[in-house]
Every structure is written in C-alpha cells, then in structure tokens.
C-alpha cells in the first residue's frame, strides 16, 4: 500500500504473457487506440491523447521540453517532491520562475498570481503530491492561467482514475499520467493529454525520443513513432477494463471514502496528519500522509506492519523518518484498508504509543460502510 507501483490485478499480469505482436500490426493499433479512447474518457478531455513507453517523468519532461526554449519563462509551483521534479526540469530547459513552499505546505492563489504577471509561457503545478498528501487547487490555477495568456501543465499521475481529471473543464493544456498508480497497471507508460492552443505554442526545435508532435503524427495512424513496450500495452488496456467495469464515477467515490476512512482512524488513534491545508488545498484522496509518532523509527514502524503483510511508504528526501504515508490506489477494497489499519495499531501496541487496539478500526468502519 505505497504509493505506486501498486499491486496489479492478476488479470492485467495474466494479459502481459500474450504472445508478442508486431507493434506496426493492426492488433496493436487497435489496442493503441482503445486505450486512448478510454483515457479521453477517464481525464474528461477532448484533447490529444498520446501514450508513451516511459514512466511519468518522461511525460513531465516531455510537456516541458516541447514548449520551453532557453528564452522562455516558466512558473513551477512547488510543495513536495514531485513539483520539485518540475521545476528541476525546468530549469534544464527554460527560465524557471519558482512558486516555492514548504513541503507539505498548501498554496496561496495570491502567490500564483504574482508569478503569472511576470510573463510566464506557461505555469506546471502536480494535481495530487504524494510526497505530502497534499491535493492541489487545478480548478483555480487553470482560472489564473487564462486570465493571464499562459498555458496550464498538469501532473495528473495519482489522480487518472482515483479522482476527478477534469482537463478540459479545468483549462489543462497538457495533462500528465502514468500506468503504476490509481489506473493499477504496471509502471513504465506516460499519458500525455495535449490541447490545440498547445499545440500551436510547440517549439520548433524538440526532444527526440519525446517529440510530442511525433508521437500526434504517429497516433494518427494508429501507431508510436518508436518501438512501444508492447507487454504494458497489453496490461494497461486489460487495467482500463476493469476500471470500465467499476465505473469511473463509482471508483472515484470508493478512493475518496477509503481516503478519508484512513484520515479519521489516524485522528482516532492521536496520530496527525502531516500536510497543512487551506480553502483551496486539500487532503489527498489516494495517499495519507501522517506525522511520526514522537520516540519511534520510521524502519521499526514500517518494519513491525510488513511483518503483518501490509508494505507502506515513508517520507522521501528531507521528510525521511519524519512521515510515512498509507496509499489507497488501484483496485483496494475495504478488507484492505481495515487490515493495514489494524497492523498500524498492533505494531503502535508493540511500541507503546497506544494502550488498546481497534478504535482506529472501529472508525474507519463506521467511514467505510456510510451510504
């Protein structure tokens, strides 16, 4: 239960031992393109959208390097590890004007606002940063974006089918997302959603391997313009089945339920939740992130719940031994979120931060089995 990559489905494993096709075959591009219809679907958009043999730091990348050139400007905003990746990238590229926190801490529309009067091409903020826990404000900052004529990137990783994706409604002009998180296939492939007004922005001189308008021409065809990781092709459409299956809206509602049932028993047991939020900067809906217990190791803790069968995250970089977080992405059910529950407070017990166990349990039922 870390953060990606998650436990697959033995359907979608069953799916990657087909036999091999040939990746300019029609049976490819048939599953090619039923993929791309289905993600349209889940990240409600209109727009492109591409699929790349390459984790979601290449999707990120690839946004970045096609439309940022050494004079143009771009506002990163940063609150944890994976909007310091943007900006990190960034900075490769083009000028980087940073939008800057704390981690774990929320973001003040104000500040966004600022860096937009600077004449920003473009501004790339992460929707869902697991690093923190946190879920950032797309709706608002999409709004500032066209206020002030600037294209509006969004990593949208561990939130493509664990919570809303609403791109084009939002004003996303490219959307980032990748196969090992909430769609519950395998790592290795980046979604990359792309918009007309950013189409028209592309730089002249662009990546090669990750030449967004190469891989436009070549999904035209029903093909990638590079040899594609055929076997996560094969998983990432049996994983889009089962997510059709549950209904997208139905999925959305059971991440956001397990989320908060987890909120709540962490509350119940005196444990506190790390991120700080705001009218516009909530909790995140596939991953908690809680505060240490003071007096106990991060190893010890983690260590006494993988004994009980339950792996989960700690905190990374600057948050090591300070944090560890619960995800709830992909294809969990209750059982799940009850268990790891549970060994969180018999590996507390064993440490002596709690007297009892299960009323972290009992509370995260009660948030479970509400209509």
């Known amino acids: 239960m870390i953060p990606g990559p998650v436990d697959i489905p033995p359907r979608v494993l069953r799916a990657m031992s087909k036999p091999m096709i040939g990746h300019r075959s029609k049976e490819f591009g048939k599953i090619l393109e039923e993929c791309r219809e289905i993600l349209s679907e889940i990240l409600n958009t209109s ?3 591409l699929i790349i043999s390459g984790s979601g730091t290449s999707g990120m990348e690839a946004a970045i390097g096609n439309l940022i050139g050494k004079d143009d400007k771009i506002a990163v905003i940063e609150n ?11 900075e490769i590229y083009g000028n980087l004007v940073h939008i800057k926190y704390e981690w774990g801490e929320p973001i003040e529309l104000g500040d966004v606002e600022e860096a937009l009067r600077k004449g920003v091409k473009a501004i790339a903020m992460v929707h869902n940063e697991t690093s ?9 900052v999409g709004e500032l974006a066209k206020e002030y004529g600037a294209l509006f990137i969004l990593d949208v990783v561990t939130t493509i089918g664990g919570d809303e994706t609403k791109i084009d409604e939002w004003g996303v002009d490219i ?3 990748g196969s090992q998180k909430c769609l519950g296939a395998p790592p290795g492939l980046s979604i990359v959603s792309v918009s007309d007004e950013a189409w028209k922005m592309m730089r002249e001189r662009r990546p090669y391997y990750l030449d967004l308008v190469a891989y436009k021409r070549s999904a035209e065809k029903r093909e990638t313009p590079y040899t594609p990781a055929i076997p996560l092709f094969f998983a990432l459409r049996e994983a889009l089945e089962i997510i059709k299956e549950e209904g997208i809206e139905k999925r959305i509602k059971r991440h956001r339920k397990q989320a908060k049932a987890i909120r709540e028993a962490m509350v119940e047991l005196n444990l506190e939740l790390f991120p700080k939020i705001n009218e516009v900067t909530k909790y995140s809906n596939t991953v908690t992130a809680i505060k240490m217990p003071e007096g106990v190791e991060d190893g010890e803790l983690r260590g006494r719940i993988a004994s009980m069968g339950y792996k989960i995250a700690g905190g990374q970089e600057k948050l090591r031994g300070r944090i560890f977080r619960i995800s709830n ?8 979120i009850l268990g790891v529950i549970l060994a969180l ?13 299960g009323k972290g349990v009992e509370r995260a039922h009660e948030v479970l089995n509400k209509s």
């Open 132 to 140: 923190v826990g946190l879920l950032n404000p797309a709706k608002e």
């Open 47 to 49: 727009n492109d959208v």
């Open 175 to 177: 959307a980032i997302g």
């Open 345 to 357: 407070e018999v590996a507390l017990k064993e440490l002596g931060v709690i007297e009892n166990i």
């Open 329 to 336: 992405m992909g294809n969990f059910s209750s059982k799940e």
């Open 80 to 90: 944890g590890k994976f909007g310091e990746r943007f900006a990190e990238i960034s």
